[in-house]
């Protein structure tokens, strides 16, 4: 899908990246200048919009006509953040805990131009069935999910065999939510 202005995917994510070709659009990737770091006190449905903005914003200075699309995706367990894990064991300890129980996922994506910015966010209810320790550090293993919120990728080995059932947008779990990215890009 062509736009009248080009369009900057602010992610490295090959799963974003991926989500934007198979919808048909056409856009240039740059890595967002930030880190993903946001206040201790903050509600933790709030981070995912918070870093979303930040990564967006980086580019504010540097924009002309583009517009740029930046995301953030967070698994929110028991009030709790699971970000990346840092090592195996870190990601043995996230899926173990997500092991029998449901999860929310909360993508946020910020289009931003030199003239406006449009922040919102999408949230899925992710069950999982109870999964063996062998399974667990099998995917972890053959798998690597370190650049994964929640240590799982919903289109891999391990959600296809543990993923129970789904409330919400699949594409918000894979990290864009694109039904909602096509219906604000064509407001925007």
């Not at 995917?9 to 967002?32: H, N, V, W, Y």
């Not at 999860?103 to 131009?113: G, K, N, R, Y």
Request: overall charge negative.
């Amino acid at each position: 899908m062509e736009f009248k202005r080009p369009l900057i995917l602010a992610s490295t994510s090959p799963r974003r990246q991926f989500l934007m070709k198979e919808a048909g659009f056409q856009f240039r990737i740059e890595k967002p200048d930030s880190d993903e770091s946001f206040p201790d006190t903050m509600p933790v449905e709030k981070v995912p919009s918070f870093l979303a903005s930040k990564k967006a914003t980086t580019f504010k200075d540097k924009l002309k006509d583009e517009i740029v699309i930046a995301s953030d995706t967070v698994v929110i367990i028991n009030n709790k953040i699971l970000n990346k894990p840092a090592d195996r064991k870190e990601a043995i300890a996230m899926l173990t805990e997500l092991s029998g129980n449901t999860h929310t996922v909360i993508t946020a994506v910020c289009l931003l131009s030199k003239e406006k910015m449009d922040l919102f966010d999408d949230r899925t209810e992710v069950t999982f069935s109870k999964l063996s320790l062998e399974e667990i550090e099998y995917y972890v293993d053959n798998f690597k999910p370190f650049d994964k919120a929640g240590a799982y990728g919903a289109q891999d080995w391990l959600g296809m065999i543990g993923i129970e059932k789904i409330d919400g947008s699949y594409f918000t779990v894979m990290g864009l939510p694109m039904h909602k990215v096509y219906q604000h890009l064509m407001r925007f």
